[in-house]
């Protein structure tokens, strides 16, 4: 059996009705028991991953894929200690972004869109 590679894709939508941040639409998760998503979440989905791969989980290094699925996005990175992965850099200042519960939903979204532009990556917000 071929292996499925998930990969980063170069545009995705957010929209607002379903994005929880800072605890606003419920506990910030990448799919929260009640179908809000933080920005990685949306992200995730985007890059053809499944609601049921991202259900409840804090962030990307949690998505437990099989044996034959992989998801190979700058969100995450290699141990170097051993076969793990790790949050990127770049994930973490995301989830930081997302889940500030001090910054105003204006300044998320401007600072989420700068932050994905840096990995060639365009963000739209809707609703």
């Known amino acids: 059996m071929k292996k499925k590679i998930y990969k980063d894709v170069k545009k995705f ?3 607002r009705s379903e ?3 800072g605890n606003k639409n419920g506990p910030s998760r990448l799919l929260n028991e009640d179908g809000f998503k933080c920005c990685l979440g949306f992200y995730a989905l985007a890059s053809g991953l499944r609601n049921q791969d991202i259900k409840l989980l804090y962030s990307p290094t949690e998505i437990i ?3 034959n699925k992989r998801w190979d996005s700058f969100l995450l990175k290699e141990s170097l200690l051993d076969d ?3 949050n990127s850099d770049a994930c973490e200042t995301l989830m930081f972004i997302n889940d500030n519960p001090v910054s105003s939903d204006k300044v998320k979204e401007k600072d989420i869109i700068k932050m994905f532009k840096q990995h060639n990556v365009q963000v ?3 609703d």
């Open 84 to 86: 793990k992965l790790l």
């Open 19 to 21: 994005w929880t941040r």
């Open 13 to 15: 939508t957010i929209k």
């Open 124 to 126: 739209r917000f809707i």
């Open 65 to 67: 894929l099989d044996k």
